[in-house]
């Protein structure tokens, strides 16, 4: 489950991913991928990775700015959240969540703090992330425990829709 391979790189027969329903578009919030990677474990499929298959991926300049790198780390909170609650249900992703927030506000805040007194950006950012990630997904824990948000397709209050993100953060050049 933590091995988990992304899509960046991967090469799956058609068929077979047609056979297990395809990629869930209704998770707005990502983890699309994710899902299709679990679901083809759970159907005894075994996935390999080789670090021989090079991929050329461009990064756009926003992506490398604070503000888009805090922007994902929200949203990647919200992800492993819904994705817990799928897989786990409510009651055992709640305490996960409370371990998340407490970890985080013990180690990240004050790491984060002394980075800022450093004068370290590049570390409070990385640290400033991981609190955001954890405070994120114990909120989404929060909301589906406490709303009639939808845990299959990512609906409700702390939905982010994750597809325009180019129009939110990225800038003409020049």
Known sequence: RDALLC??????????????????????QGGEDTDLIMRLRRAGHTCWFTPHAIVRHFIPPYRL???????AARRGGGCYAMRDVREWGIFRTFPIAAARLG??????????????????GPLATAHQC???????????????????????????????????????????VG
């Not at 899509?7 to 707005?28: H, I, K, S």
């Not at 970890?103 to 370290?120: D, E, F, K, S, W």
């Not at 824990?141 to 325009?164: Q, Y």
């Open 65 to 71: 700015e604070a503000q888009y790198l805090t922007w």
């Open 103 to 120: 970890q985080a506000v013990t180690m990240h805040a004050p790491a984060m703090a002394y980075a800022r007194l450093r004068g370290n």
């Open 130 to 172: 991981r609190l955001l990630r954890a405070v994120a997904y114990a909120r989404r824990v929060v909301e589906i425990a406490f709303s009639n948000a939808r845990v299959k397709d990512g609906s409700g209050p702390g939905a982010i829709e994750f597809r325009s993100e180019r129009s939110m953060f990225d800038r003409p």
């Open 7 to 28: 899509t960046g790189n991967l090469l799956v027969r058609r068929g077979l991913v047609l056979e297990l329903g395809g990629f869930d578009a209704a998770l707005t």
